[in-house]
């Protein structure tokens, strides 16, 4: 069955900083024991803002790790939407959910501005529980998958693997261990899941 996990909308005010989450909605209750809820979305918003900080501005891509597949854009000023789903999600969809929140944030953050509304991020949240989900089913969602888009845009799509992402020598495992933005009890997990090769979320 396909799956949306998490959508994340994440802003990185210069190429040395590290990315915010500005908002975000993860759904991984129903993809594993609700008693590891807590630890996969924390395991979930470091992926996102991995893959914010590793993708170049005005530039997107598709990351895959183990079960889990990330769609990641990032505008040229540093705001980036990054989009969470099992690896039998399609990829169009799922870029065209990337493309729809990335769109329809910032016209919601300039409409709030002109406004002189609270123009708070979190605001938002509600709209990215919409999203994920219409998107849950994406015949549903798409036209793309009914009216056969060219496939020429998939060109400028960057395919590859976590581990190519932030290849130079260094590991995933080495990563999560020396974060200070997981719990102990996130990192114990994943120590847990990579050791039983089983239901691996990164």
């Known amino acids: 069955m396909v799956k949306v996990y998490g959508i994340f909308i994440l802003n990185q005010?210069?190429?040395?900083?590290?990315?915010?989450?500005?908002?975000s909605h993860t759904d991984s209750g129903t993809w594993y024991s609700f008693?590891?809820?807590?630890?996969?979305?924390?395991?979930?918003?470091?992926?996102?803002k991995l893959l914010a900080e590793?993708?170049?501005?005005?530039?997107?891509q598709q990351v895959e790790k183990d079960e889990l597949t990330g769609y990641v854009q990032k505008t040229k000023d540093?705001?980036?939407?990054?989009?969470?789903?099992?690896?039998?999600?399609?990829?169009?969809?799922?870029?065209?959910?990337?493309?729809?929140?990335l769109r329809d944030f910032t016209d919601w953050r300039t409409q709030q501005t002109l406004s002189s509304r609270n123009d708070d991020p979190a605001q938002y949240t509600a709209t990215i529980?919409?999203?994920?989900?219409?998107?849950?089913?994406p015949m549903q969602a798409d036209k793309i998958l009914k009216l056969k888009k060219d496939l020429e845009e998939t060109k400028e799509?960057?395919?590859q693997t976590l581990e190519k992402l932030i290849d130079r020598g260094t590991h995933i495992d080495k990563l999560i261990e020396q974060t200070n933005e997981l719990s102990d009890g996130a990192k114990e997990f994943?120590?847990?899941?990579?050791?039983?090769?089983?239901?691996?979320?990164?």
Do not use: W
């Open 157 to 159: 799509i960057l395919h």
């Open 13 to 23: 005010t210069s190429p040395t900083s590290k990315p915010t989450v500005l908002c």
């Open 54 to 60: 590793k993708t170049n501005p005005g530039y997107r």
């Open 190 to 202: 994943y120590r847990k899941t990579r050791k039983s090769n089983c239901c691996n979320i990164l």
């Open 78 to 101: 540093g705001l980036s939407c990054v989009v969470v789903t099992d690896q039998d999600y399609p990829f169009r969809v799922a870029f065209d959910l990337v493309r729809h929140t």
């Open 129 to 137: 529980k919409d999203l994920m989900t219409k998107f849950q089913d």
């Open 35 to 48: 008693l590891y809820t807590d630890q996969i979305t924390e395991l979930t918003i470091f992926l996102a």
